[in-house]
């Protein structure tokens, strides 16, 4: 039986960060689904799962902590990194506050992405094996 390949939702209005992330991550495997604004990211959720959303804290139409807030239930059992190129401590401990499961300050080198991603979703495959 073939594996699935995971899927990530990448948030972030900058469409050259878009273009990288979902090129590095393709090569690795990953499935990339991606969205410019909080609006557009509710809106795949609906009618998708995501094993990983990467999420902007800067988005045109709202805070990406405010996103992840609104998205608590759609991604409850998704890994959720925030990445931001403007690192504060007010906004790191209020990404994990409403569940981030990473932090990262952009520019994100690409081999530490990738290796913060498998962590991410190890862990998760992990406690979702316990709890079952």
């Known amino acids: 039986m073939a594996t699935l390949k995971k899927t990530i939702l990448v948030v972030d209005d900058d469409k050259s960060i878009l273009r990288t992330f979902t090129r590095i991550l393709q090569k690795s495997g990953y499935e990339i689904d991606t969205a410019e604004t909080g609006k557009e990211a509710m809106e795949k959720t609906e009618t998708r799962s995501y094993d990983l959303a990467l999420v902007d804290?800067?988005?045109?139409?709202?805070?990406?902590?405010?996103?992840?807030?609104?998205?608590?239930?759609?991604?409850?059992?998704?890994?959720?990194?925030?990445?931001?190129?403007?690192?504060?401590?007010?906004?790191?401990?209020?990404?994990?506050?409403e569940g981030a499961d990473a932090y990262l300050v952009?520019?994100?080198?690409?081999?530490?992405?990738?290796?913060?991603?498998?962590?991410?979703?190890?862990?998760?495959?992990?406690a979702s094996e316990i709890s079952n």
């Open 57 to 97: 804290i800067r988005l045109p139409d709202m805070d990406g902590t405010d996103l992840l807030a609104k998205l608590k239930k759609p991604l409850q059992h998704t890994v959720k990194i925030m990445i931001t190129g403007f690192p504060s401590l007010e906004t790191g401990v209020k990404a994990l506050d």
């Open 106 to 126: 952009k520019p994100v080198k690409p081999q530490e992405l990738l290796i913060l991603l498998e962590e991410k979703l190890k862990s998760r495959e992990e």
